[in-house]
């Protein structure tokens, strides 16, 4: 029986990077479900992550093909709710408990361990409603990975640029 990793990709410019981690969780014997936001999918394919995962790709609440919001069973299941990358208005959404879109509402009815990825410009995670919204999801038990320190896509440097692949395999394995 496989483990499963329910993967959520948001609207970031690093989500090409969840592609490549999809295809190494799968490698490693890992079940992976991607739900991908609204955002996420101006940036990214889901037909990649169909590929790469092997499985359906969760895109839209409306148009699941199950007779139960497959939110519900998809819980019962998963170890790990990993968000990569997390945007900050999807930390937002977390913090405040917000169930609006196929990821959000999955969130919420995930019981097991939440990571979060964030990747944004270090002007947007430096913002005091940001690290608000940080403070609470830790202190409910929310994992955070990075961000780390560098050069983001838009040509800035500092803190919000999105933890390498590797750093975050190494602690999923840890985890899970
Ligand atoms: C090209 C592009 C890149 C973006 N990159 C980021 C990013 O790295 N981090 C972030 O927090 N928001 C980023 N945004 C803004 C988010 O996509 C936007 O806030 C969106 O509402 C997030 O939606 P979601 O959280 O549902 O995915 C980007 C927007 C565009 C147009």
Redesign the pocket.
């Known amino acids: 029986m496989k483990t499963t990793v329910v993967l959520g990709v948001?609207?970031?410019?690093?989500a090409y990077k969840a592609a490549d981690l999809t295809s190494q969780l799968v490698k490693k014997g890992y079940e992976v479900v991607v739900i991908m936001?609204?955002?996420?999918q101006?940036?990214v394919c889901p037909q990649t992550f169909l590929t790469l995962s092997r499985n359906p790709v969760i895109t839209d609440l409306w148009t699941m093909p199950e007779w139960q919001p497959g939110h519900i069973e998809l819980s019962d299941r998963a170890k790990l709710l990993v968000i990569v990358?997390c945007?900050?208005?999807?930390i937002g959404?977390l913090a405040n408990g917000i169930a609006d879109?196929a990821l959000s509402t999955y969130a919420l009815s995930h019981t097991g361990k939440v990571m979060v990825v964030p990747?944004?410009?270090p002007k947007?995670w430096k913002h005091p409603a940001v690290q608000q919204n940080v403070k609470t999801l830790k202190d409910r038990g929310v994992e955070f990975i990075g961000p780390v320190s560098g050069r983001?896509?838009c040509g800035d440097d500092g803190e919000g640029r999105m933890e390498e692949v590797p750093a975050i395999i190494a602690r999923i394995l840890k985890t899970i």
Not at 87 to 90: G, I, Q
């Open positions: 948001t609207g970031s410019i690093a936001t609204a955002s996420a101006k940036l990358p945007s900050a208005n999807f959404k879109d990747a944004m410009n947007m983001v896509a």
